[in-house]
């Protein structure tokens, strides 16, 4: 049974908002005390800290491996390591595979992989219609007894408003979480960026930002009918703001979440056509990323995560319009995230609520705290470290991030699951 402390550390607590020098116990894979100041004296192992931030792991939502059908892109051993190196502890992962994972017994095939391959754990989602094609819902009971913890058809926006609702109703009988991405499907289709004078000039077809509180408010209207638990996957414009405001007010069991490729890059930031930066939805206003800033500070959006999407050369170098979109994150998700607590717009407790405490509570689990009886699942890393990202050096079998050549702060120093060293920085 593992035992040890880990002592001089400056502990970030989501749960408390603190921010503040201590110590924590971890025995058989479990916090078992904490305190502040200086530890007691035990026969643990110690693990000096050195005045380093040590935080609950982070719980990534949306992670996309490519196994089955695209294995050269990622697999669940090249996403474990980056998601280690990230201090992301926990990946929950898309089922925008080829084929979809809407079988239970495809997902028992990637349920196996990952607990072969990859060192953090892994919970898939299954899609929520059959080939995510919008047509006919899945099997949700066994899958849910398969292990899916939530539903989704990602990107593939589910049109048919009648699918949709007996697909939410079905859920909720069953008690499963459904996530959703919010889009007017017939306005972005063939879209690569956000409506406005940049998209003009560069001539980019391009979608208002208006699709998105569309979307949200079909959405949030169906959930008035069903009673569905109902997560948004990326909310990326102010003007989808009110209409999450309201219908968190009215009592509808909805959350929401967004991506840090939208909380640090804007739509100038795609200047002379860097596919790269080509994400879905597309970038947008800085006024756009500013307020929702303001709502992961607030808590009206209440998760952050990397929406890790692997893409090879091939995909990406092609004209904007033809490159497929996405980026890898998880590796950068934390150094990005850090952008923010250095331009000093949301502190580490608020950051690390949206990435490790809220992911954990919307899915039900136990972990992103920090307090006793949840698992040892701990990122430890120095916030104040200057690096310049060398896309070569990531773990991930693709290297397609926006934040190539790009100087950062922040690195992970280690990562624990359950109370195990499964990264450590040279």
């Given amino acids: 049974m593992s035992n040890s402390i880990f002592t001089n550390a400056r502990l970030i607590d989501p749960e408390t908002g603190t921010d503040s020098i201590g110590w924590l116990h971890v025995v058989g894979g479990r916090i078992a005390a904490r305190g502040d100041g200086n530890a007691p004296t035990t026969d643990a192992q110690v693990i000096d800290c050195n005045g380093k931030c040590l935080a609950p792991g982070i719980v990534d939502i949306g992670v996309k491996v490519c196994e089955p059908g695209e294995r050269h892109k990622e697999s669940y051993k090249s996403a474990g390591l980056a998601a280690a190196a990230g201090g992301v502890t926990t990946i929950i992962t898309r089922p925008d595979t080829s084929p979809a994972i ?7 095939f990637v349920t196996r992989r990952a607990q072969a391959d990859a060192p953090v754990n892994v919970l898939p989602m299954a899609a929520l219609t059959k080939g995510r094609e919008g047509r006919e819902m899945t099997e949700i009971g066994f899958l849910l007894d398969a ?3 939530a539903f989704t058809d990602c990107d593939h926006v589910v049109a048919n408003t009648k699918v949709f609702s007996r697909a939410l109703t079905y859920a909720r009988s069953c008690g499963a979480l459904v996530i959703a991405h ?12 956000t409506s406005g004078k940049f998209a003009a000039l560069r001539g980019l077809p391009a979608v208002s930002a208006r699709a998105e509180r569309m979307g949200l408010d079909r959405d949030i209207a169906l959930l008035e009918m069903t009673g569905a638990a109902y997560h948004a996957d990326q909310i990326t414009t102010a003007r989808a703001l009110p209409a999450l405001e309201r219908a968190k007010g009215n009592g509808l069991d909805i959350t929401a979440g967004t ?7 804007n739509e100038l930031d795609v200047a002379d056509y860097r596919t790269f930066f080509k994400v879905k939805p597309p970038l947008r206003s800085e006024d756009d990323r500013q307020a929702v800033i303001e709502a992961v500070r607030s808590g009206l959006i209440d998760t952050i995560s990397s929406m890790h999407t692997p893409q090879d050369e091939e995909s990406k170098r092609l004209p904007f319009e033809e490159a497929a979109s996405g980026a890898v994150a998880l590796e950068t998700l934390l ?9 000093g717009q949301l502190d580490l407790p608020t950051l690390f609520r949206a990435m490790a405490l809220n992911p954990a509570k919307r ?15 701990l990122v430890l890393f120095d916030p104040d470290v200057p690096f310049v990202l060398d896309r070569f050096t990531l773990k991930s079998k693709s290297q397609n991030t926006p934040f190539d050549g790009q100087r950062m702060q922040g690195k992970v120093t280690a990562t624990y699951v359950a109370g195990k060293e499964i990264y450590r920085r040279p």
Avoid: F, K, M, W
Wanted: no cysteine; aromatic share 2%.
């Fill in 363 to 377: 899915l039900g689990l136990n972990s992103g705290r920090l307090s006793e009886g949840a698992p040892a699942d």
């Fill in 102 to 108: 809407d079988t239970p017994e495809t997902l028992e």
């Fill in 182 to 193: 919010p889009q007017e499907p017939g306005l972005s289709a063939g879209t690569a960026a």
């Fill in 335 to 343: 150094p990005a995230a850090l952008r923010l607590y250095h331009s």
């Fill in 147 to 149: 292990g899916a913890v």
């Fill in 259 to 265: 991506s840090i490729h939208h909380l640090t890059l």
